[in-house]
């Protein structure tokens, strides 16, 4: 969420010698969720029975609550803003918290002038918070140094863009997918670094996959030792070397002990290399290739990136196979018709350029039912895909426009650099899976963390119980 506002506001004060004992102002806000995160990064206030739900469920008001000092800070704003306004000094201030705000209680706050001190201008007010029951919450006093000279003008208040993201909470949603489900038997080839052991190990504590580690087992026993992972009712399969447990992690799957497959330390070459043999691989009818999911905190939909790992320079008939894989995907992942971007340089078809041509006659073959799943529409340059306003401004009138589910890339060069900046520079949450093969595949880059490791699980996960499903 972000939260950006320019604002024109009228600004008066009330000089000492204007208040009379007696006047107020009043002010009201609703405690939002951001509200309570916000404050907790400006104070550095993490106390869980304000900032961590499941703590706060067996508390004593077992619901989140605000920080006390949210309420005192909306008195200060009063006293600043309008009574007695701009110019007003804080000298003192006593409060007294009556109950708890909890999320979605409307505040308000009352300022009264109780006292005044001609010898230094100092005003005494009455300061009452009452939620929206009319129940007190916080009362108190405060002292200021009233202005005393008048203030009167408009003007014009902008406030900077702040972003709340919690990709954790991202994160933990998505975990939430495969709660309830049975875990799949997933074959780990060769995790041999921390991240790489590391994300299989959550993904079965978190009950989503049965992990088997294949490769050296010395190796990974030494590197759960070193870093802290616990390997009790994890199953080791001992290989030589990674293409040894490429090999083997390959075998388990052909042999039906594994549901899926994962990717370690090793390199991705090595791995595909097994999958793909036609003698002992994991092919299908379909093209293999890869789809990165993605969840970027400033789009308002999920996205699917294809192929940005698996096919170099797709041809027209590989993009079929590729479009085809990742709308199966999005089926699978909730969303019944997937819109479809097939991206290049320029919205509009130039012989000169081959990606608008092949997005032209895929467009084509989806109206033949060759494509099915999904609403096609190409060319579409990136910021057509993604933002409507781009779109109108360009005339492009789409139902995939700005609302693009699937963005379908021209080659791996340019789908890599989309989906890498996306997580590096937007705080996506990313996913990566291999389609197209007998089993959903983890592919995962060296470079990628537990968190998008295990995340990559989750959607494994729920592509081996849709084939489960169907073969049911």
């Known amino acids: 969420m972000s939260q950006s506002s320019t604002q024109h506001r009228y600004l008066v004060n009330k000089t000492y010698d204007e208040i009379r004992i007696g006047d107020h102002a009043s002010l009201q806000r609703t405690l939002r969720p ?23 469920e ?22 600043g803003t309008q009574f007695p306004g701009p110019g007003t000094i804080l000298v003192d201030q006593t409060l007294h918290f009556a109950r708890p705000v909890t999320i979605g209680d409307t505040i308000t706050i009352t300022v009264t002038a109780k006292q005044k001190f001609d010898h230094n201008k100092h005003v005494v007010l ?8 009319g129940l007190q919450v916080v009362r108190g006093t405060a002292e200021v140094l009233a202005p ?5 003008h408009m003007q014009e208040v902008h406030m900077p863009e702040v972003h709340i993201d919690d990709k954790h ?43 088997i580690l294949v490769g050296p087992e010395a190796k990974i026993r030494s590197v759960a030792e070193e870093h802290g992972l616990d390997l009790s009712g994890i199953r080791i399969v001992n290989a030589r070397h990674s293409h040894d447990s490429a090999a083997i992690a390959v075998s388990l799957v052909r042999n039906g002990d594994a549901e899926a497959l994962m990717k370690g330390s090793l390199h991705t070459d090595e791995l595909m290399a097994e999958v793909v043999s036609r003698a002992n691989g994991l092919r299908t009818a379909r093209r293999i290739s890869h789809v990165f999911l993605m969840d970027v905190p400033t789009y308002h939909r999920p996205l699917l990136i294809t192929d ?55 467009c084509k073959m989806a109206d033949r039912g060759q494509i099915k799943g999904g609403l096609l529409d190409g060319p579409l340059a990136f910021d057509n895909a993604v933002s ?5 401004t360009k005339g492009i009138k789409s139902a995939v426009a700005g609302h693009a589910e699937i963005l379908v890339v021209p080659d791996l060069e340019s789908g890599n650099m989309v989906a890498k900046q996306l997580e590096y520079l937007a705080n996506a949450l ?24 295990t995340a990559s699980c989750v959607i494994a996960a729920l592509v081996a119980h849709a084939k489960r499903n169907k073969a049911s």
């Open 34 to 56: 951001e509200d309570v995160k916000l404050f907790a990064v400006m104070t550095g206030d993490v106390n869980p029975s304000v900032v961590d739900p499941e703590y706060t």
């Open 58 to 79: 067996s508390g004593m008001f077992r619901e989140v609550i605000a920080h006390g000092m949210w309420s005192g800070s909306l008195i200060s704003t009063v006293l």
């Open 126 to 133: 009455d300061c009452v918070c009452t939620n929206q029951e």
């Open 148 to 152: 005393t000279e008048k203030i009167e």
């Open 169 to 211: 909470e991202r994160y933990q949603h998505l975990l939430e997918r495969v709660k309830g489900l049975e875990p799949i038997p997933t074959a780990v080839a060769h995790p041999c670094d921390v991240e790489s052991l590391k994300g299989p190990v959550i993904a079965f504590q978190e009950g989503i996959i049965e992990p």
């Open 308 to 362: 940005a790992a698996i096919n170099i320079a797709p041809t027209l008939v590989d993009k079929v196979d590729i479009i085809q894989n990742a709308i199966d995907l999005a089926h699978i992942i909730g969303i019944p018709e997937p819109k479809v971007a097939i991206l290049s340089a320029v919205e509009t078809v130039n012989p000169k350029i081959q990606s608008t041509l092949d997005a032209a006659a895929l």
């Open 388 to 392: 409507i306003v781009a779109a109108k």
């Open 430 to 453: 990313t996913a990566g899976i291999v389609l197209g093969t007998t089993v959903p595949i983890v592919l995962t880059s060296r470079a990628d963390s537990a968190e998008t490791r």
